[in-house]
């Protein structure tokens, strides 16, 4: 199954388990607060859209335990399968959750981490998650906005090079504010005790945990942005210098991590 448009990156990519643990590292700790929060506890059921590497399906197989049950949808779900078979409690299906019904319905908790801003009907992908839940369910989604993302310190070189990669991954089809619109997507699809909260990490050259995302995406993006003229071979060898320099900070994107709750 391809990935949708909009979404360039692919689970098959060399590198790409090294850049899912690295977005997991930085942002695993905060959507596992969160989803406490929302009553990801012993026995519930939950899903988890666009699974990726699949370390909050492992943690919610051991937090809901063999009462509750943990799904797992992805469009390639390969590094989501091995846990089906460690786990009891786990199921993964492999779904273009835009185009495909979702598997079951009545979840305690939905969750979807950096996965819409990249789709098409990402709206409709919202209500569809909400109508999973349970009355009384809780969603969260976790997605960028890049209204924060930029270097730290004055550098016209690295913020012109930054609003050259948002524009070309706008003009792909990633919404770059959907982050920022999320909590009134989400009470447009009729979710309740809306909420938000964002996080933004310094990164700094060649020592941020994160780096193997931005590695990874760039290696991909920047020849693309050659090929359409966007940049030019030295603006890109750039990039890449000011991950190796320790001397250069970066605020990443916001992540905005939004919840609510279908109606009791
Ligand atoms: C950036 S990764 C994020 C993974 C995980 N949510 C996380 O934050 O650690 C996006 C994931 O969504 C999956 N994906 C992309 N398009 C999809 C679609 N249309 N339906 C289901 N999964 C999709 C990709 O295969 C990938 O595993």
Redesign the pocket.
């Known amino acids: 199954m391809q ?2 448009p909009g ?1 360039m ?1 692919s ?1 098959a990519d060399q590198g790409e388990r090294r850049r ?1 643990a690295a ?2 590292a930085a ?1 695993d700790p905060g959507s596992r607060r969160h989803l406490t929060a929302l009553g990801v506890g012993h026995g519930a059921r939950v899903l988890i ?5 699949g ?2 399906v492992r943690w919610a197989a051991e937090t809901v335990g063999l009462t509750g049950e943990v799904v797992a ?4 779900p390969r590094f989501v399968e091995p846990l089906a078979a460690q786990y009891p409690n786990v199921r993964v299906f492999r ?4 185009t495909e019904d979702l598997p079951g319905g009545g979840y305690d908790a939905a969750h ?4 819409l801003g ?2 098409p009907r990402r709206e409709e992908v919202v209500a569809k998650l909400g109508a999973a839940l349970r009355p009384g369910g809780g969603l969260l989604v976790e997605d960028f906005d890049f209204g924060s993302y930029g270097p730290a310190e004055a550098n016209e070189a690295a913020a012109k090079a930054i609003a050259t990669v948002a524009a070309f991954v706008r003009s792909i089809g990633f919404d770059t504010s959907f982050g920022r619109r999320l909590p009134g997507v989400m009470r447009r699809a009729g979710l309740v005790d809306v909420d938000a909260e964002g996080l933004v990490l310094t990164l700094r050259g060649a020592t941020f945990p994160l780096e193997p995302m931005y590695r990874q995406t760039f290696d991909k993006l920047l020849p693309a942005l050659i090929a359409a003229g966007q940049m030019t071979e030295q603006e890109a060898a750039d990039v890449h210098a000011r991950f190796d320099d320790p001397e250069h900070d970066m605020c990443t994107q916001t992540l905005m991590s939004v919840w609510g709750r279908r109606p009791a």
């Open positions: 990935t949708s979404y990156l689970n899912l977005i997991e942002y859209a666009g699974a990726g590497g370390s909050l949808v992805d469009i390639d779904q273009d959750i835009v979807a981490r950096l996965l990249h789709l």
